[in-house]
């Protein structure tokens, strides 16, 4: 995938991620970002060609995160309406774990913009 591609989802994602922390109660930002996360755990979500090993890495580190955030997110949407399912919704637990995945993606983008 090129360096531009990655990019394009990470803003997507990120812009996605920024929207739930700011409110994780409303399960149409959770399905949002669940959809944009999809790209990032898409086994196509690597560098192209010759990348220094930094980015292949910090790509590892973002689709891990990626499938530990669409999990909350489906574990949200199986217990809907019950006690478990409203403690991961709005939980710091959510927040921090995007917040640990936007965190990965801002230095891919960072890398990335140096090397352009």
Do not use: C
């Not at 531009?4 to 997507?12: G, L, N, Q, T, V």
């Amino acid at each position: 995938m090129s360096l531009a591609r990655i990019k394009r989802i990470a803003a997507a994602v990120e812009a996605a991620g920024r929207a739930v922390i700011a409110d994780p109660t409303k399960p149409e930002l959770r399905e949002q970002l669940f959809h944009a996360l999809a790209d990032v755990v898409a086994p196509s979500f690597t560098p192209a060609g010759e990348q220094p090993a930094e980015i292949t890495s910090l790509t590892r580190q973002a689709r891990v995160w990626a499938q530990i955030v669409q999990e909350r997110v489906l574990f949200a949407r199986r217990f809907a309406g019950t006690a478990a399912g409203r403690a991961v919704s709005d939980s710091a637990g959510l927040a921090y774990n995007i917040g640990e995945l936007l965190g990965v993606l801002d230095s891919i983008r960072r890398t990335t913009n140096t090397d352009d």
